[in-house]
Structure formats: C-alpha cells, structure tokens
DNA sequence: CCCGTTATCGGTCGCACAAT
DNA sequence: ATTGTGCGACCGATAACGGG
C-alpha cells in the first residue's frame, strides 16, 4: 500500500525486467566501456561509437539495452536553462582567472578576406594620414572590396580557405592533444537533438500527459525513440505516418482511441494523485508552471474548504522527504536533495519503512475522526455542495451521515427486505434533494 | 573598451507536415 | 493544440585594425 509513490510512473518495471537496480547497473555499464579521456564528446558522436554489445548484460541483451538507453535519455534535457548558466556563472566567477585562463596553444581563427582587405588597406592608409577616422575607414573600404574584380576577390578568398585548413588541421590537433572535442565540420551533419521539457527532473515522478487523440498515440509510438530508429523518415515522418494511420482499418484505428483514452483516464488520476499530496499553494503554483490543462471541475473538487483537514498523504516516503528536508541544509537545492531522499529512501529495509507506514496509518486515523467533525460544521446545504465536489470523501463521512439520517436503524438488525427497499427508496429521495449527495456512492 | 567590417561555430527557436 | 523530425533562421562570440 504504501509503496513508493514515485515510481507510480514506472508501473512495466516488474514486466521488462528494468528494475531500479538494473538501471543503475545499465548506466554503469555505458561509463564503463565509454573511452577513458574523452569527456566531451558530443552526446549524438559519443552515442553512435557506443559497442552496446559490451554494455550488454544478462538477462538483457544489446538491443534491449540500447532500446532502453534510448527510452531513458527522452526524459532528460539535454541543454541548460538560463538560473542552471547563472549557477555556473557564479562558481566560474570563484575563479580569479575566469576570462584569463585561455590556453596559450589555441589556435586562432583567420580573418575573413575582406576583413584581411579592409586591413591591409587601413595600416596603409593610416600610415600616411595619421588620425583619420577608423570607422569610416572600415566602412570605406568595405564597399572598395565588393568593386575588386572577382578574380582579385578569388585570390583572397583562397588565401582565406587555405588559411582556414590549416587551421582546422592546428584546432584538431590541440583538441586531440588536450582531450577536447573536435569542432564539427560540415553543417549538412549537424543534427539537433529533440529539446523538449519533459517534465523538468524535479520531479521525475510527475505523469506525463498522453497524446490527446489516437493518431497523436500512433505518432508518439512510431517515432524513433520508442522502435529503435528503424523508421525514421526524416522531416517527412508525419506524412509518411499519416499515410500509414489512413491505410489502417476502422477497427485498428479504434484500439489506438480506446488505448489513447485509457492512458486519458490514466493520467487523470494520476494527476490527482499527485496533487494531492501538495498543499494549495504549491498546487497553484505547479499548475502555473507546468500549464497544467485540468478542467475547471476537477479544479474544484480539489480546492480546499476553510478548516476543512487536509487529506494526508498515504505514501510513507513523503514523511520521510519531510524528515530529511528538516535537517537537511536549505543551500543543497529542492530537487538534488529530493533526488537523494529518493536514493535513501530505495535503499531502507521494511522495517525502517515500516516506522513511515505507521505514520502515515495515524495521520489517517486521525483525518477519519477530523473530517466528520468538520463535515457537521457545515449547513446542509454546503455539506451536500462537499459532497458533490469531493465525492471520495465519502468514505470517511459515510458513517457519520448514517448516524445522522437514519438513528433509529442502527438498533434495527433484522429489518425486513420491505423496509429496506424503503429505507433506500427514502433515502435516494432525501439525497435527491440535498444535492445527489449519494448518487456518486451507489 | 568602443566603433565597424565578415566567416565560422555552437546552440536555440520556429516551422512544416497531417489528423483529430 | 498536439504528435516527432530536421531544416533554416537567428544570436553571440571571435579575430585584427588604432584612435578617443
């Protein structure tokens, strides 16, 4: 029951074999066989060199290890943000040498030709007219350049290529001396990984939305990330995949609906699920920043009552989290010091789970006897309201409204199967009219 | 350290594509 | 408005010049 919330998003782990364990040691594999000295290759170079039969270990083989590789990264960023740059802006600025620590073998540029023109033209020039006007030099000989014959503009363009080649032959050099990464070439190679907020690794746990129709679902399932690249139609892949979704019959694309819509409901609850377990405020807050779309029902049946006890949570590692963050020091920020909860949290034997588990059983006594008594604060009317809005919370209330409605049928045990029906009968009546407060139980 | 010039590299962002 | 892909547009930094 109270298994670990955050893994509520890795439900196939038991399936396919991926547990914790085995992702760690998928992970420490790849470290492994990466080569010693080369920290900067670029992750698309670094990733292609990758021998994924070396990774492999039983009981997963090459594929299946490169398959989930693949499956994992998709969840990561893969560039910074701006506060992540400043944090690293303020541990470079700890450097006194900051902007002075330019290795002395790097190589340098060349300058393009007209620059290599405008200034062989302006040493010259400043030569005999001392004083004169560097901007409008610049500017007056840059126009000079474009009425030089092609043939003189060619000379120096070649000047330029071949100044160019031998710089790359020196910057090559230098990187592989110094372990760094070599500049890539041709642009027609360039490729640019996906860059996508999945979810910022805050919070891992937090659910993903699913497509929002069948053909979205068909789309997601086809991409390269999920079948291991074999497709992979370049710019074109939606109009080759939607050629293929109007070649599929009426009945396949139904199962893509019926599955889009489960992973819908799925989400749902989830989600709730997971916004439960916040206060309002950061509730708000996260529904902000993630521009969460939730219909404003939803909404509704989530917002707080004044004095009405909050619902606690009924995972144990949250206690704990609570636990950790009290005494953890505030510099360490939320989501690294979430991430090592997490970590301790997945190695704790049960019995130190055990002492989170009957913390959370307390806490939920204690709600059971909280909520009635609120709940009788309130008129009838909001009391129906209540009910409309937050209907799981019946469950807690539901003996309370028992005693309340009907006193005298506690005593009666052996009732007839007539008055039953017609204890029911008025009790469907009376909840008709306070608000179907009991449709959403039967 | 600014002006003003240009080619290059690295990296991000916007866009098109079709269906719902 | 979303689903994944990849192209091109765009930005900033970089080199040298030398006087204010």
Redesign the pocket.
């Known amino acids: 029951m109270n298994e670990v919330v955050t893994e509520a998003g890795e439900s196939g782990a038991e399936a396919t074999g991926w547990s914790q364990e085995n992702l760690q040691k998928l992970l420490a594999s790849m470290k492994g066989i990466l080569p010693k000295d080369d920290k900067t290759k ?1 992750y698309k170079k670094g990733l292609k060199a990758v021998d994924w039969d070396k990774v492999a270990f039983p009981p997963f083989s090459a594929g299946e290890c490169q398959e989930r590789w693949k499956r994992l990264v998709r969840k990561m960023r ?3 943000t701006l506060p992540e740059l400043l944090d690293e802006a303020q541990e470079l600025l700890l450097n006194p040498f900051f902007d002075k620590n ?1 290795h002395p073998d790097l190589p ?2 060349p ?5 290599t023109y ?2 062989k033209c ?2 010259r020039y ?1 030569r005999k007219n ?3 006007n ?2 409008l ?3 007056t000989f ?1 126009k000079d ?1 474009e009425k030089l014959s092609d043939k003189k503009k060619a000379k120096y363009a070649k000047k ?2 071949l100044a ?1 080649e031998e710089y ?1 032959r020196k910057m090559n050099k230098f990187c592989k001396e110094n372990n760094l ?5 041709k ?2 190679h ?7 907020y999945e979810g910022d690794d805050k919070d891992k746990d937090f659910p993903r ?9 068909f ?2 399932e ?4 999920v079948t291991g ?1 074999e497709p ?8 080759v995949m ?2 293929h ?2 070649e599929l019959s009426e009945n396949e ?1 139904q199962k893509y ?1 019926k599955r889009c819509a489960q992973m819908k409901r799925e989400y749902k609850a989830k989600l709730i699920k997971y916004l439960d377990r916040l206060d309002e405020e950061e509730k708000q807050q996260l529904i902000e920043e993630k ?1 969460i ?1 939730i219909p404003k029902k939803i909404l509704d049946q989530h917002k707080m009552h004044p004095g009405e006890p909050m619902m606690p949570s009924r995972s144990g590692f949250i206690y704990f989290h609570l636990d950790i963050l009290k005494h953890a020091e505030k510099s360490m920020p939320r989501k690294e010091r979430f991430e090592k909860a997490r970590e301790e949290w997945h190695k704790f034997s049960e019995a130190k789970k055990n002492h989170y588990a009957k913390i959370v059983e307390e806490n939920m006594r204690k709600f059971a006897e909280e909520l009635p008594a609120w709940f009788q604060t309130l008129s009838e009317e909001e009391q129906g309201d209540y009910l409309r809005k937050k209907p799981d919370r019946i469950v807690f209330l539901q003996k309370y409204i028992d005693e309340k409605r009907e006193p005298l049928d506690l005593h009666s045990d052996e009732k007839t199967s007539t008055t039953k029906v017609a204890t029911r009968a008025s009790a469907r009546l009376r909840a008709k009219k306070d608000g179907n407060m009991f449709k959403v139980h039967h």
């Open positions: 670029p893969r560039f910074r330019i340098k540029p300058n393009p030709p007209k620059m405008i200034r302006m040493s400043a001392p004083g004169v560097v901007v030099m610049t500017k840059s350049y330029y290529r160019f790359s990464r070599v500049p890539i070439k642009k027609k360039k490729k640019r990984v996906t860059l996508k939305e699913p497509p929002w129709h069948g053909f979205g679902l789309i997601s086809h991409s390269s990330g690249g992979s139609h370049g710019a074109s892949f939606i109009r939607s050629q979704w109007k694309k609906n521009e779309r």
